[in-house]
């Protein structure tokens, strides 16, 4: 009996898995498969390694677990005979890769195979070197390799070259010993050993800028002649494609002068003929001689500047552009996309074909097509081809809209020339496809209408047109319903009427309407439903006559089961049964924004987000509203310690203000900071959307991150000491009444509990922290540490961060500091607020570890430490 | 560079995969859903490239089988298209006009034709002829020891009687 029949085969075992029809079934098969393979490890089987390795192969393959056979393939490879080996080497290239430990071990293996006498056995273990070797290995096996770009057999020369880019990826210092072999590769005849040769030059230049000018002085005649004899050789039927000998070489050839070229006129001078002979002479029907053609394109489009040649290039693109099969049109938008560059009026010829080529049925080629457009955009053009795209945005593809939309967007923010022409398009696309619109594009939108007073009622009625058509838009839905909440008489009354509207006729019960629908409507989410509650409360000052059918709409949501809304119901409601004295002041017009001022914030220039950003998202997100988290803190405050602002005239409250989607929950519950008379504030309260649970931290951010509020303190000391703020304790009482609902907190906690020591919590010789203890009352594990850091030396601390970390039975909370920069030798000082929950109050005191990071002269400073000395009984 | 390459069947079963670049098992798999979810999807006149992540994909669909590349976002798509057709040229050679089954059964024999064409990503031979030669010395060896091996244990076989 023939014992390689035995057992079953790798054919029997693959025609079993095929025969399965269920994946149960498969899993069942393999099971079974890899426990013999198991048991047969396990017996060191040495007969069967080899097919059990072609199995496990297999299996590994439809995506099972194969990491026990790792081994199997190292025994293989140890063995002595060739077809042992090359079973192992396939595996160890299958079942493991660099990054795992067992790779190692081979290591001493290869070294042997590498110097094998068996031509072979070196060709297998160059090959899996090549392909798996880690750096480490590289390192120890560099020498070898290296010899063996002179082996006397081409075929090992090639794959050694390949191997040693490789080699050079993972080590680039090992460039320098490949450059002199490399060079020598260069004048190889034989194709395989040219071809790994210029790939392991193209490799080596950019892996050192001295291999670079080697070959640049060295190798660059050398090659436009190699390239040459290339292109003028008659025909070899080994190397044939389509009538061209050898493209691949060719395009090595072209891609490694591109490299030599790049940024240096005397070799760009030396190739210039050959690649004017490329581009004129390369066949373009097929698709080998347009793979040359296109690298010749690349490369001429890199080397330094020769005005012929760009032409031709850009005319080889023009070509390409209009030929019909999609892959040459597709590296024809690629390519111009570099050449955009180098030559814009060339490529704005192409315009027309281009802005085709958005419509392709083609997802890859609309992409690549979509980004060169937005390229090609400038104030001239911006008008004609915003319209095309906004044209097809109405019937392209619904995957590709979220892109097409983007990136409308952003031209027409980027280049509009008129706020009448940005409202216009950016109305197209909330209508279009509001649904794909960034919520930052729609803010921008209500910004830019705030911003523009005459076209106030043209905005507000356009929108209303809008809304009647495409209502399920939610964005188009939530800047409607802000416009009409905000200019709703504009609506009804055809204010502000330009030459080009036609006037229409809406009552102030269809605007109620409108919003009603906006309201209910089952696609609204809760931002929208939000904002058409409040635009329901500035609609029943603005048309009194609706009053009462507003306040029946409220009501409807005072048991909504969504927190957010109910409260905004009641406390809405409120308002309007009870306070018809405040309230036309409370929903007077939003004043404008800066839009400069805005955009800042958007970019991300928040100034206190210190150590503690994480503190702002938590508080945030359950509030589902606010969004763009860190921005309307700081906000808040700028209307919160301007004393009395009038509403028309401060201009730096925040577009979130606007929103009315602030978390201002704090003074609601705090209760102090109401008086009816400050607009404002109280206006801020009363669109405020914060939910009742999140209390304290809300109010600590609230007052420290203040600009005014150089010094905050703990939030227990302002609440105690009003006049370190703008807050009003007279008018508590209006404010309980108004909120009724909330008014059974006391406003002012008293300020009790035991009284601990401060402690310099840590000092070094260049920064002193000390900490304040309070507690809050009621809540003995709690503990409120007001932290001052002070800076000790002469020179002022930038980009001032605080860390703190505490053991498991801590809880750490950190509010934001009170700025960043700490000015010198203790001028001034940054306060920050932690609170520490003791979930082991009493038995154990706390203890933390804190680090603190900052710039000193530009230079960055990290210090650390552990705080032991806080007092008992914290 | 060549970052793998992948033999996709038009049921979306795996025939071949290669990576040049480290991928994790867990990375392997999701990376073979995502595109063979993308490219068979793809319709037929479609041009053969899928932008995908940082990378480009070049496949071609060979009856019913896709090959796939992928491949660094400045390399010449073009050329990679033809590389896919010369290793289909050498399987087709090599097993005389080849079919999906013949890559089932052998597939240790695609991988081996594959490491003649590819190492660390990038091409080796632009011969077909050359391949051809190299298997076929490889394979021979192979079918030497087998041999000695066989009649080795014949011999025992008949010894042992």
Same mark, same amino acid.
């Given at each position: 009996?023939?014992?390689?029949?035995?057992?079953?085969?790798?054919?029997?075992?693959?025609?079993?898995?095929?025969?399965?029809?269920?994946?149960?079934?498969?899993?069942?098969?393999?099971?079974?498969?890899?426990?013999?393979?198991?048991?047969?490890?396990?017996?060191?089987?040495?007969?069967?390694?080899?097919?059990?390795?072609?199995?496990?192969?297999?299996?590994?393959?439809?995506?099972?677990?194969?990491?026990?056979?790792?081994?199997?393939?190292?025994?293989?490879?140890?063995?002595?005979?060739?077809?042992?080996?090359?079973?192992?080497?396939?595996?160890?290239?299958?079942?493991?890769?660099?990054?795992?430990?067992?790779?190692?071990?081979?290591?001493?293996?290869?070294?042997?195979?590498?110097?094998?006498?068996?031509?072979?056995?070196?060709?297998?273990?160059?090959?899996?070197?090549?392909?798996?070797?880690?750096?480490?290995?590289?390192?120890?096996?560099?020498?070898?390799?290296?010899?063996?770009?002179?082996?006397?057999?081409?075929?090992?020369?090639?794959?050694?070259?390949?191997?040693?880019?490789?080699?050079?990826?993972?080590?680039?210092?090992?460039?320098?010993?490949?450059?002199?072999?490399?060079?020598?590769?260069?004048?190889?005849?034989?194709?395989?050993?040219?071809?790994?040769?210029?790939?392991?030059?193209?490799?080596?230049?950019?892996?050192?800028?001295?291999?670079?000018?080697?070959?640049?002085?060295?190798?660059?005649?050398?090659?436009?002649?190699?390239?040459?004899?290339?292109?003028?050789?008659?025909?070899?039927?080994?190397?044939?494609?389509?009538?061209?000998?050898?493209?691949?070489?060719?395009?090595?050839?072209?891609?490694?002068?591109?490299?030599?070229?790049?940024?240096?006129?005397?070799?760009?001078?030396?190739?210039?003929?050959?690649?004017?002979?490329?581009?004129?002479?390369?066949?373009?029907?097929?698709?080998?001689?347009?793979?040359?053609?296109?690298?010749?394109?690349?490369?001429?489009?890199?080397?330094?500047?020769?005005?012929?040649?760009?032409?031709?290039?850009?005319?080889?693109?023009?070509?390409?552009?209009?030929?019909?099969?999609?892959?040459?049109?597709?590296?024809?938008?690629?390519?111009?996309?570099?050449?955009?560059?180098?030559?814009?009026?060339?490529?704005?010829?192409?315009?027309?074909?281009?802005?085709?080529?958005?419509?392709?049925?083609?997802?890859?080629?609309?992409?690549?097509?979509?980004?060169?457009?937005?390229?090609?955009?400038?104030?001239?053009?911006?008008?004609?081809?915003?319209?095309?795209?906004?044209?097809?945005?109405?019937?392209?593809?619904?995957?590709?809209?979220?892109?097409?939309?983007?990136?409308?967007?952003?031209?027409?923010?980027?280049?509009?020339?008129?706020?009448?022409?940005?409202?216009?398009?950016?109305?197209?696309?909330?209508?279009?496809?509001?649904?794909?619109?960034?919520?930052?594009?729609?803010?921008?939108?209500?910004?830019?209408?705030?911003?523009?007073?005459?076209?106030?009622?043209?905005?507000?009625?356009?929108?209303?047109?809008?809304?009647?058509?495409?209502?399920?838009?939610?964005?188009?839905?939530?800047?409607?319903?802000?416009?009409?909440?905000?200019?709703?008489?504009?609506?009804?009354?055809?204010?502000?009427?330009?030459?080009?509207?036609?006037?229409?006729?809406?009552?102030?019960?269809?605007?109620?309407?409108?919003?009603?629908?906006?309201?209910?409507?089952?696609?609204?989410?809760?931002?929208?439903?939000?904002?058409?509650?409040?635009?329901?409360?500035?609609?029943?000052?603005?048309?009194?006559?609706?009053?009462?059918?507003?306040?029946?709409i409220v009501v409807q949501y005072k048991g909504s089961?969504?927190?957010?809304?109910?409260?905004?119901?009641?406390?809405?409601?409120?308002?309007?049964?009870?306070?018809?004295?405040?309230?036309?002041?409370?929903?007077?017009?939003?004043?404008?924004?800066?839009?400069?001022?805005?955009?800042?914030?958007?970019?991300?220039?928040?100034?206190?987000?210190?150590?503690?950003?994480?503190?702002?998202?938590?508080?945030?997100?359950?509030?589902g509203v606010a969004k763009p988290s860190s921005a309307?803190?700081?906000?808040?405050?700028?209307?919160?310690?301007?004393?009395?602002?009038?509403?028309?005239?401060?201009?730096?409250?925040?577009?979130?203000? *606007?929103?009315?989607?602030?978390?201002?929950?704090?003074? #609601?519950?705090?209760?102090? !900071?109401? %008086? =009816?008379?400050?607009? +404002? $504030?109280?206006?801020?309260?009363?669109?405020?959307?914060?939910?009742?649970?999140?209390?304290?931290?809300?109010?600590?951010?609230?007052?420290?991150?203040?600009?005014?509020?150089?010094?905050?303190?703990?939030?227990?000391?302002?609440?105690?000491?009003?006049?370190?703020?703008?807050?009003?304790?007279?008018?508590?009482?209006?404010?309980?009444?108004l909120l009724d609902s909330f008014a059974t907190n006391?406003?002012?906690?008293?300020?009790?509990?035991?009284?601990?020591?401060?402690?310099?919590?840590?000092?070094?010789?260049?920064?002193?922290?000390?900490?304040?203890?309070?507690? *809050?009352?009621?809540?003995?594990?709690?503990?409120?540490? #007001?932290?001052?850091?002070? !800076?000790? %030396? =002469?020179?002022?601390? +930038? $980009?001032?961060?605080?860390?703190?970390?505490?053991?498991?039975?801590?809880?750490?909370?950190?509010?934001?500091?009170?700025?960043?920069?700490?000015?010198?030798?203790?001028?001034?000082?940054?306060?920050?607020?932690?609170?520490?929950?003791?979930?082991?109050?009493?038995?154990?005191?706390?203890?933390?570890?804190?680090?603190?990071?900052?710039?000193?002269?530009?230079?960055?400073?990290?210090?650390?430490?552990?705080?032991?000395?806080?007092?008992?009984?914290? | 560079?060549?970052?793998?390459?992948?033999?996709?069947?038009?049921?979306?079963?795996?025939?071949?995969?290669?990576?040049?670049?480290?991928?994790?098992?867990?990375?392997?798999?999701?990376?073979?859903?995502?595109?063979?979810?993308?490219?068979?999807?793809?319709?037929?006149?479609?041009?053969?490239?899928?932008?995908?992540?940082?990378?480009?994909?070049?496949?071609?669909?060979?009856?019913?089988?896709?090959?796939?590349?992928?491949?660094?976002?400045?390399?010449?798509?073009?050329?990679?298209?033809?590389?896919?057709?010369?290793?289909?040229?050498?399987?087709?050679?090599?097993?005389?006009?080849?079919?999906?089954?013949?890559?089932?059964?052998?597939?240790?024999?695609?991988?081996?034709?594959?490491?003649?064409?590819?190492?660390?990503?990038?091409?080796?031979?632009?011969?077909?002829?050359?391949?051809?030669?190299?298997?076929?010395?490889?394979?021979?060896?192979?079918?030497?020891?087998?041999?000695?091996?066989?009649?080795?244990?014949?011999?025992?076989?008949?010894?042992?009687?």
């Amino acid at each position: 009996m023939n014992p390689f029949s035995s057992g079953t085969r790798l054919r029997d075992m693959i025609r079993a898995i095929r025969a399965c029809k269920t994946a149960a079934e498969e899993r069942g098969v393999v099971r079974k498969e890899c426990a013999a393979i198991r048991a047969a490890i396990n017996e060191n089987d040495n007969d069967y390694r080899h097919r059990n390795l072609a199995k496990l192969m297999f299996i590994h393959m439809l995506g099972y677990p194969t990491h026990f056979g790792q081994m199997e393939c190292l025994k293989l490879i140890a063995s002595a005979g060739f077809p042992e080996k090359r079973i192992g080497y396939l595996g160890l290239m299958l079942l493991l890769d660099e990054r795992q430990e067992v790779l190692m071990l081979v290591t001493n293996s290869l070294k042997q195979d590498l110097n094998h006498s068996n031509q072979y056995i070196v060709g297998l273990a160059l090959c899996a070197m090549g392909n798996i070797c880690s750096a480490e290995m590289a390192r120890d096996l560099a020498p070898e390799v290296e010899r063996l770009l002179q082996f006397r057999d081409p075929n090992i020369r090639k794959k050694a070259a390949l191997c040693s880019i490789r080699i050079i990826k993972k080590v680039p210092e090992l460039a320098e010993n490949f450059i002199n072999p490399a060079a020598a590769l260069l004048r190889e005849k034989h194709h395989g050993v040219l071809i790994t040769g210029v790939q392991l030059c193209t490799e080596l230049c950019k892996a050192s800028e001295e291999a670079l000018e080697y070959f640049r002085m060295k190798c660059t005649e050398g090659l436009v002649k190699t390239l040459k004899d290339l292109v003028n050789s008659p025909y070899a039927p080994e190397y044939d494609i389509a009538g061209i000998t050898d493209p691949f070489l060719h395009i090595r050839l072209l891609k490694l002068l591109r490299v030599l070229g790049q940024g240096d006129e005397d070799a760009s001078e030396c190739m210039n003929d050959i690649l004017a002979q490329v581009a004129t002479k390369t066949e373009s029907n097929k698709n080998a001689g347009n793979a040359i053609l296109y690298e010749c394109v690349a490369t001429i489009m890199s080397i330094e500047d020769n005005g012929g040649l760009r032409v031709l290039a850009i005319n080889i693109l023009g070509r390409f552009l209009s030929n019909r099969d999609n892959n040459i049109r597709y590296v024809a938008l690629n390519m111009l996309m570099r050449a955009i560059t180098v030559d814009a009026q060339a490529v704005q010829r192409h315009r027309a074909t281009i802005l085709e080529c958005v419509k392709d049925l083609d997802a890859s080629i609309r992409k690549r097509a979509l980004e060169l457009v937005y390229v090609l955009v400038n104030e001239s053009n911006v008008k004609p081809l915003t319209k095309e795209l906004i044209d097809y945005l109405e019937v392209s593809d619904q995957d590709f809209k979220g892109d097409l939309t983007a990136k409308i967007c952003s031209l027409v923010k980027k280049f509009s020339p008129e706020k009448i022409w940005y409202i216009d398009q950016m109305l197209k696309v909330l209508s279009e496809a509001g649904n794909f619109v960034k919520d930052e594009v729609w803010h921008a939108v209500i910004v830019v209408i705030t911003n523009s007073p005459d076209l106030h009622g043209y905005a507000v009625r356009a929108l209303y047109r809008a809304l009647q058509t495409s209502a399920d838009q939610e964005t188009l839905v939530r800047v409607a319903v802000w416009c009409i909440g905000e200019y709703g008489d504009m609506l009804v009354n055809n204010i502000g009427m330009l030459d080009v509207e036609d006037p229409i006729t809406v009552t102030e019960s269809d605007a109620v309407d409108i919003i009603e629908i906006a309201l209910k409507h089952h696609t609204s989410d809760l931002t929208t439903k939000a904002m058409a509650l409040i635009a329901l409360l500035k609609l029943s000052s603005r048309f009194p006559s609706c009053s009462e059918r507003i306040k029946e709409i409220v009501v409807q949501y005072k048991g909504s089961l969504v927190l957010e809304l109910q409260q905004r119901s009641i406390e809405l409601n409120s308002i309007i049964a009870k306070h018809q004295n405040i309230r036309s002041t409370l929903v007077e017009r939003m004043p404008t924004l800066d839009l400069l001022e805005w955009e800042e914030k958007q970019s991300g220039s928040i100034p206190n987000t210190t150590g503690s950003t994480p503190a702002h998202a938590s508080i945030n997100i359950p509030n589902g509203v606010a969004k763009p988290s860190s921005a309307p803190l700081v906000d808040l405050l700028d209307l919160n310690s301007d004393d009395v602002p009038a509403p028309s005239s401060s201009g730096g409250d925040s577009f979130h203000g *606007l929103l009315d989607i602030d978390l201002s929950g704090a003074p #609601k519950q705090s209760g102090v !900071n109401h %008086s =009816p008379n400050n607009g +404002t $504030d109280a206006l801020m309260d009363l669109l405020s959307t914060a939910t009742p649970t999140q209390s304290r931290s809300a109010i600590s951010d609230l007052l420290n991150s203040g600009q005014d509020n150089k010094t905050p303190v703990s939030p227990l000391e302002v609440l105690s000491s009003p006049s370190s703020n703008s807050i009003q304790p007279t008018s508590s009482a209006g404010a309980i009444d108004l909120l009724d609902s909330f008014a059974t907190n006391s406003p002012i906690q008293e300020n009790n509990g035991p009284a601990y020591p401060s402690v310099v919590a840590f000092e070094s010789s260049n920064l002193r922290i000390g900490f304040n203890f309070s507690k *809050l009352p009621g809540n003995p594990q709690t503990t409120i540490i #007001k932290a001052t850091f002070t !800076n000790l %030396s =002469p020179s002022v601390y +930038t $980009d001032f961060i605080f860390q703190a970390a505490v053991p498991k039975f801590l809880q750490l909370h950190l509010e934001p500091a009170s700025g960043n920069t700490l000015p010198a030798s203790g001028n001034e000082s940054i306060t920050q607020t932690l609170r520490v929950t003791n979930s082991q109050h009493g038995k154990k005191s706390l203890v933390m570890r804190i680090r603190i990071a900052y710039k000193m002269n530009n230079k960055d400073v990290l210090e650390e430490g552990q705080i032991n000395n806080f007092p008992q009984g914290l | 560079m060549i970052q793998f390459v992948l033999l996709i069947s038009r049921q979306g079963k795996v025939r071949l995969t290669k990576w040049y670049s480290p991928y994790t098992q867990k990375e392997r798999t999701k990376v073979l859903r995502e595109l063979s979810g993308v490219i068979l999807a793809r319709g037929p006149k479609l041009c053969n490239f899928v932008e995908w992540r940082e990378y480009k994909v070049v496949y071609k669909r060979y009856a019913s089988l896709y090959f796939c590349m992928c491949i660094d976002q400045d390399d010449n798509e073009l050329e990679v298209l033809e590389i896919i057709h010369h290793f289909v040229e050498i399987l087709d050679r090599y097993f005389g006009s080849v079919c999906e089954l013949d890559l089932i059964f052998n597939f240790h024999k695609a991988y081996y034709i594959l490491d003649e064409l590819l190492i660390a990503g990038e091409l080796q031979e632009s011969s077909k002829k050359t391949v051809a030669r190299l298997i076929a010395a490889q394979d021979s060896l192979v079918e030497t020891a087998k041999e000695q091996a066989s009649s080795i244990s014949n011999m025992i076989a008949q010894a042992t009687k």
